[in-house]
Structures are given as structure tokens and as C-alpha cells.
């Protein structure tokens, strides 16, 4: 009974001690930087030292509003060098907290101009501009790509210009501010860049006209990203036997729910738009079919339509794929990683937690 007195006191002493030592300005101090410290080590881990094809789900989201997820963008590395696939809302800040190198990214690669897949263009090309990127940022994409740059240039004149001046030509160049655009030609339709090959590809995502898909082979290990799109059969001649294949994928038993009590309450323009966006994107059933009809190593979903937010919403997202598919897909969350090591047929599936 007294042992267990004794404990007590102590442990209040010890509380009241610790609540007393946070008051501390100098504690907090030495704590903050040791904090500060451990998430500046972070960048390390992500990726393995050998040789690989990686990417990681830099967002996961469709338009549909998630506080934990961005919209759709997913960073590739190949060897050493840095590619983005789209570049959402909140995917650059995603990247900025994982710390990857963006002193390295090569360019950055639109499936199509919708706000979902390039909002965040301004903040990656800050940011990247920060880290130390040797040129103007390099941007491939879809006929429109030059508007787009020219007219972020144009909105974020006075913020480069006052960036320049106050830190200086030395941290921010102004010669390699802005962006290159390059509009991608169908009748060319692989990017060479050594042992790197990215081909690009029209996908079904009308009316959007052209809408892409993208193909990286690097070293005899391949990744595939449809983009927006319903079936399509320039995806499937794109993707056979890849390795690792990402598809948006729509739930249309949750949109059928959402769109029901939209249309309940009589809001008519939610009503519509949950109309109109089931012929935009393909189901997560069709989606499985079509892993399976390419022989996809792996099926990582992605712009999910609507991402699920509880066990239950999961339940009803991935309803009837372990059908079509008993293994090798998943769906992803934003830190989500596959790892191609090459020379192998490993597929290495991760998570990053932030
Ligand atoms: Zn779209
Ligand atoms: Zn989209």
C-alpha cells in the first residue's frame, strides 16, 4: 500500500517536474531543433540505395475533398533522376515534406490540363527552383501547355520578381525561373532520355481531347499511368506485361449513393456533375479486368473516385475486385511506394507515414 503511495507521488512529481522543465524556454528550444533535426533525416530511407524504377503516390485523390489526401500526382525516379506525373492540388507540399531531392526532377509530365492534375504547378516549380534546379522547369504536356506556363508565368511575374530581390540572384537565378513548355507530338511519341523511355499515349477521357497516358521503361523495369480515362485500347496496347500499372479508377455504387441524396435534396448541380463524371472515368471492376488482360505485375489504384475516408467507404470502393483479381492490386493513399529494383522481377510495395 505504501509502495504503491510512494509511486503515486512520484509520478506526480515527475509529471509536475516535466510540465515544468516544457515551460523552459531553453527546453523548448533544445527540443525543437532536435525535432527539426529528425525530420531533416527523413529524405534518406524513401528510397534504396541500388539501382531501381520507384514511384511513389504524391496524390491520391480525384476532386472529391480529403483533407488527407492531394489530387493526382505521382513522382517517378528513375536511377537517379526525378519525373512528376501531374501535379494537384497539395501534391507539392507532399513532396516538400518527404524532402525529395528536387534539384533532380527532369520535368514534369501532364496527362491533361483539368485543375486536378496541374494546380500545384507553381509550388513544384518553386520549390524545385529553391532546391537548386540547374534550368527552367521543363514541362511536357498535351496541346495547351504553353498557355498553361506563359499564364502561371504571367500570374506569378510580381512573386518571382520580388522573390529575386529579396534573397538574391545567388539562392533564386532568374535565368532559370519559368518554364519550358513542350508540347507533345503524336507522330513522335517517345521521349527518349537514355536508358529512360517515356511514351505517351491517347487515352478516352472525353470530351477532354487529348487526354494521355504515360509509359516509363528503364532497364528492363516498366511502370504504366493511365491518366483520366474510361477502357482503353491504346492503354491496354501500351501496357502489356508492364510491371506495375496505376489506374484512376471511379466506385459507382458511391457515386450512386452520393448522387441519390444530391439529387433528394434537390441540388441539381452536384446532381449533374455526378452524372456526368461516371462516362469519364473507369470502374475499379473494369479496371481489375483490364489488369489482368495486360498481365499487370501489380495494380496500384489511384485518382480514386471518391477516395474512401472510413472502413466502410473501403468496403464499398473495393466491393467485387478480389473476384476479378484475388491479389497484386491495392489502392493507394498518398506515401504510397513500389519499388523496381533492376536486374530482378522484385515488386516492392510501401508506405510512407508523415
Ligand atoms: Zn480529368
Ligand atoms: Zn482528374
Known amino acids: 500500500m505504501k509502495f504503491i503511495k510512494y509511486l503515486l507521488i512520484s509520478l506526480v512529481l515527475l509529471g ?19 525535432a527539426v533535426q529528425q525530420q531533416m533525416q527523413q529524405q534518406e530511407s524513401i528510397f534504396p540505395e541500388d539501382d531501381a524504377l520507384s514511384a511513389i503516390v504524391c496524390g491520391s485523390r480525384s476532386p472529391f475533398p480529403d483533407r488527407d489526401r492531394a489530387e493526382a500526382c505521382i513522382l517517378i525516379k528513375a536511377g ?39 494546380s500545384d504547378l507553381p509550388g513544384l516549380h518553386f520549390n524545385s527552383w529553391l532546391a537548386g534546379r540547374p534550368s527552367k522547369l521543363k514541362v511536357y504536356g498535351p496541346e495547351g501547355v504553353e498557355n498553361l506556363t506563359q499564364g502561371f508565368e504571367q500570374a506569378y511575374s510580381l512573386d518571382t520578381k520580388f522573390r529575386v530581390e529579396h ?23 517517345i521521349i527518349d532520355k537514355g536508358d529512360l523511355k517515356i511514351t505517351f499515349f491517347k487515352v478516352n477521357h472525353e470530351p477532354i481531347e487529348p487526354a494521355l497516358g504515360f509509359r516509363f521503361d528503364y532497364k528492363g523495369r516498366s511502370i504504366v499511368i493511365s491518366g483520366d480515362t474510361l477502357y482503353s485500347e491504346n492503354l491496354v496496347k501500351n501496357s502489356m506485361g508492364v510491371d506495375v500499372l496505376f489506374h484512376d479508377a471511379i466506385s459507382l455504387d458511391t457515386v450512386h449513393a452520393i448522387r441519390d441524396v444530391a439529387y433528394e435534396q434537390g441540388n441539381k448541380t452536384l446532381t449533374k456533375i455526378l452524372d456526368d463524371i461516371q462516362t469519364y472515368h473507369e470502374n475499379t471492376i473494369r479496371v481489375a479486368e483490364l489488369a489482368n488482360e495486360v498481365d499487370a505485375g501489380y495494380l496500384i ?17 473495393t466491393r467485387g475486385i478480389n473476384d476479378v483479381r484475388s491479389e497484386n492490386w491495392t489502392l493507394s493513399k498518398d506515401g504510397t511506394i513500389v519499388i523496381l529494383p533492376v536486374g530482378t522481377d522484385e515488386i516492392i510495395l510501401n508506405s510512407l507515414d508523415f
Request: no cysteine; net charge negative.
Open 167 to 189: 534573397h538574391g540572384e545567388g539562392i533564386l537565378p532568374l535565368s532559370v525561373a519559368g518554364y519550358e513548355p513542350i508540347t507533345l507530338n503524336p507522330d513522335n511519341p
Open 16 to 34: 509536475g517536474l516535466s510540465f515544468g522543465l516544457f515551460q523552459i524556454t531553453g527546453v523548448q528550444d533544445f527540443l525543437t531543433k532536435r
Open 80 to 118: 537517379a533522376d526525378f519525373y512528376v506525373v501531374d501535379i494537384g492540388a497539395g501534391s507539392a507540399m507532399n513532396l516538400q515534406m518527404w524532402q525529395i531531392d528536387l534539384s533532380k526532377l527532369k520535368g514534369v509530365l501532364l496527362t491533361h490540363l483539368h485543375s486536378d492534375h496541374m
Open 301 to 317: 489504384y489511384y485518382h480514386l473516385i471518391p477516395a474512401p475516408r472510413t472502413d466502410l467507404a473501403e468496403t464499398v470502393f
